[in-house]
């Protein structure tokens, strides 16, 4: 029905933590100050998504670092963005949010099919390193991976769940074993076929990442090349 609180209540019972999204929630849209404090002092809230997809919907770092200072002044609870669009020389993500999570996913493409994983891999090196680059080191970045197969009919997510799992359990390794997941469940969106709800193979992907052990890689970004007249971080 709605009522965070209820959820927050349910959560914990069920030994959970949430998040919770700020740009919705009616409450939260009204009076932002009343609401983070009816809810902050929660057992099971431990973080706030300030701005969904920032960049992808056109905040400016500016616009990023006012709502971080605002939710700064009301919170000490994690605060964090999801996002995966980049530009890899013009300054677009704040770095001032405490995490990151990089929302890259299996893609659509036209080539053979044998060719898709590498095309992925590319993607996902591409939006999770530049970001990275552009949010510093204080920041954890944090790969995203899609749980979830769309319709024949888009143009953009793949609609393979094999291309998907495979694709998805190399992405989540990047950050050391740390990795959150996209569960689209259909619901909101008719587009989407497949999801952990009905699907057996992103339910047993699930369960692997849920398993991964704890790993030590190390991820560096080195750019090179490139102008542009907008370059503002090089």
């Given at each position: 029905?709605?009522?965070?609180?209820?959820?927050?209540?349910?959560a914990?019972?069920?030994?959970?933590?949430?998040?919770?999204?700020?740009?919705?929630?009616?409450a939260?849209?009204?009076?932002?100050?009343?609401w983070?404090?009816?809810?902050?002092?929660?057992?099971?809230l431990?973080?706030?998504?300030?701005?969904?997809e920032?960049v992808?919907?056109?905040?400016?770092?500016?616009?990023?670092?006012?709502?971080?200072?605002?939710m700064?002044?009301?919170t000490?609870k994690?605060?964090?963005?999801?996002?995966w669009?980049?530009?890899?020389?013009?300054q677009?993500?704040?770095?001032?949010?405490?995490?990151?999570?990089?929302?890259?996913?299996s893609?659509?493409?036209?080539?053979?099919?044998?060719?898709?994983?590498?095309?992925d891999?590319?993607?996902f090196?591409?939006?999770?390193?530049?970001?990275k680059?552009?949010v510093?080191?204080?920041?954890?970045?944090?790969?995203?991976?899609?749980?979830?197969?769309?319709?024949?009919?888009?143009?953009f997510?793949?609609?393979?769940?094999?291309?998907?799992?495979?694709?998805?359990e190399?992405?989540?390794?990047?950050?050391?074993?740390?990795?959150?997941?996209?569960?689209?469940?259909?619901?909101?969106?008719?587009?989407?076929?497949?999801s952990?709800?009905?699907?057996?193979?992103?339910?047993?992907?699930?369960?692997?990442?849920?398993k991964?052990p704890r790993?030590?890689?190390?991820?560096?970004?080195?750019?090179?090349?490139?102008?542009?007249?907008?370059?503002?971080?090089?």
């Open positions: 029905d709605g009522n965070v609180k209820d959820v927050l209540n349910n914990m019972s069920a030994g959970l933590k949430v998040s919770l999204g700020i740009e919705q929630y009616p939260a849209k009204a009076d932002l100050s009343t983070v404090k009816s809810v902050d002092n929660y057992p099971a431990w973080a706030y998504s300030v701005i969904d920032p992808s919907r056109g905040f400016t770092v500016a616009d990023q670092d006012a709502k971080i200072a605002t700064r002044s009301l000490k994690t605060l964090f963005t999801v996002d669009k980049n530009n890899a020389f013009e677009k993500y704040s770095k001032n949010y405490d995490m990151v999570l990089v929302n890259s996913y893609m659509k493409y036209t080539t053979d099919a044998s060719t898709w994983f590498q095309e891999l590319k993607k090196r591409g939006d999770f390193g530049v970001i680059s552009q510093g080191t204080n920041v954890r970045v944090i790969p995203c991976v899609s749980m979830f197969s769309f319709t024949n009919t888009a143009n997510f793949s609609t393979n769940v094999d291309q998907i799992v495979k694709s998805s190399y992405f989540a390794k990047v950050s050391n074993g740390d990795y959150a997941a996209f569960v689209w469940d259909g619901e909101a969106d008719n587009q989407i076929t497949g952990v709800r009905d699907t057996p193979k992103f339910q047993d992907l699930s369960v692997r990442l849920s991964q790993l030590q890689f190390k991820t560096d970004v080195i750019k090179f090349g490139g102008f542009n007249d907008v370059q503002t971080d090089w």
